[in-house]
C-alpha cells in the first residue's frame, strides 16, 4: 500500500519559484499558460497488513507534522494499493 | 585551579575590551565582570556559522561558551543559547523543518518556557519558526538569488532584551547570506507581531526608510528580526556575529550582544 503527499503553497503565499517556471514556460512559446505553482510530491511505503483507513491516518499525521508547514503549506493525501 | 583564574581575568579583559570599543549612547546598567554567565551555540549537522558565534560570545562578549551537540538533552547551567545560521541537514524538505527533530529542541523549548535566552540567527531563525517558538515562516527569497551582502536594519523596539543597548530608529550595517528570509504570516499574526511590539529589525535603506527597494529578500512589513511574546526568544535573518569587528566591515552586530549579556545580568539578579 502506498500513500501518495502532495503539499503545496497556500494559495495566498507568493511562489517566486513557480513565478520563474511560468517564465521560462512562456519563454518556450507557451503564451496561453495563466499561471504556475510549485508543490512537493512524496510517496510513503506502507504495510500491505494496514487497513486504509489506518494509512490514511498515518500519512495524514506525517503530512501535517514533517511533510508540510500549515503556516505556508496546504496538503492531501490519497492512499493507493 | 590556576587555569580557571587564569581564564578569569581573561574573561575579564575581554569584557573590558568590548566595552571599550562599543558605543556608550545608553548608560544602562554594564555588566560586572564577576557576573558570569553561560552560553550555548547548538550545533546540528551542516550548521556552518557556529564557530562565528563561538568566536563573538569568547573574545568579544567575553563569556565562557561552549557547543552543544544537537543530540545533547540536558540544557542546565546555560543561561542564553545560540542557535546559529547555516544549513542544518541540507537544507532538505524546508529550511529549518529536519532540526526541529533533532533531540536537542525538545530542550531548546523548555528551556525557552522557563524564560531563559534563546537567539537565532539565519537558519537559527528558520529553525525556531519550524518549531513554533517563533510565528511565522522564511520562504525563498522573492528574488530567487542567494543574496549575500551588507545591508541596513533599522531598530523598532529599543526595550527588547537585544536591543536595550540602541535606540528606536537606530540603523544598523549587518550582512546577510541566504536565500529563504523572505518572512511570511497571515494578517492576524502580522497585527499581533505590531501590537505586541515583537518586530524588533526591519529592513531599510541608510536614512532609515523602510522601501521595497531596501528589502532584500520580499519579507512582509520588510521583517528582519522578530521575537516572541515574552521577548526572551529573538530570530533574525541578518548575521550580527558577522559584524562585530571593524576589520569585517561593521561592528554594529556588539550591541545586540551587548544589550542581551545586560539582560541576562539583569534577569539573574
Not at chain 2, 511565522?136 to 542567494?146: C, D, K, M, P, V
Not at chain 2, 549575500?148 to 528606536?168: A, G, Q
Not at chain 2, 558577522?242 to 541576562?264: H, K, M, P, Q, V
Request: glycine share 8%; net charge negative.
Amino acid at each position: 500500500m502506498k500513500a501518495k503527499v502532495y503539499v503545496t503553497l497556500k494559495p495566498s503565499v507568493l511562489d517566486p519559484q513557480g513565478k520563474a517556471i511560468h517564465h521560462s514556460v512562456e519563454l518556450l512559446g507557451f503564451e496561453q499558460i495563466k499561471d504556475v505553482r510549485q508543490g512537493k510530491y512524496f510517496e510513503i511505503a506502507l504495510d500491505s497488513a494496514v487497513s486504509e483507513t489506518d494509512a490514511k491516518e498515518t500519512a495524514e499525521k506525517i503530512a501535517k507534522n514533517i511533510l508540510a508547514n500549515p503556516v505556508i503549506e496546504d496538503y492531501k493525501v490519497e492512499i493507493v494499493q | 585551579m590556576v587555569f580557571g583564574f587564569r581564564s578569569l581575568v581573561f574573561e575579564c579583559k575581554s569584557k573590558l575590551y568590548f566595552h571599550s570599543l562599543s558605543k556608550t549612547k545608553n548608560q544602562g546598567p554594564k555588566t560586572k565582570c564577576e557576573a558570569f554567565m553561560k552560553f550555548g551555540v547548538v550545533v546540528f549537522p551542516g550548521s556552518n556559522c557556529d564557530h562565528d558565534a563561538y568566536h563573538v560570545v569568547s573574545k568579544h562578549v567575553g563569556q565562557p561558551v561552549d557547543f552543544i551537540w544537537h543530540k545533547q538533552t540536558d540544557l542546565s547551567g546555560y543561561d542564553a543559547l545560540i542557535v546559529p545560521g547555516g544549513f542544518s541537514y541540507g537544507d532538505y524538505l524546508r529550511a529549518g523543518a529536519l532540526a526541529k527533530f533533532s533531540p536537542v529542541m525538545k530542550a531548546v523549548k523548555d528551556f525557552a518556557a522557563s524564560g531563559k535566552f534563546v537567539f537565532g540567527v539565519c537558519n537559527g531563525f528558520q529553525i525556531l519558526c519550524e518549531a513554533g517558538l517563533l510565528p511565522g515562516a522564511l520562504i525563498r527569497n522573492s528574488g530567487l538569488h542567494f543574496v549575500c551582502r551588507h545591508i541596513n536594519i533599522r531598530v523598532e523596539n529599543e526595550n527588547s532584551p537585544y536591543t536595550s543597548e540602541l535606540e528606536k530608529g537606530e540603523v544598523l550595517s549587518i550582512p546577510i547570506a541566504h536565500a529563504e528570509g523572505n518572512y511570511v504570516c497571515d494578517d492576524q499574526t502580522l497585527a499581533e507581531l505590531e501590537n505586541n511590539n515583537q518586530i524588533i529589525f526591519r529592513y531599510c535603506d541608510e536614512t532609515g526608510e523602510t522601501t521595497d527597494e531596501a528589502n532584500p529578500n520580499g519579507s512582509r512589513s520588510n521583517i528582519a528580526g522578530i521575537c516572541n511574546k515574552e521577548g526572551n526568544v529573538l530570530g533574525m535573518m541578518p548575521h550580527p556575529e558577522r559584524a562585530c569587528e571593524e576589520l569585517l566591515g561593521s561592528n554594529d552586530g556588539r550591541d545586540i550582544f551587548r544589550s542581551l549579556t545586560n539582560a541576562i545580568s539583569i534577569s539573574e539578579k
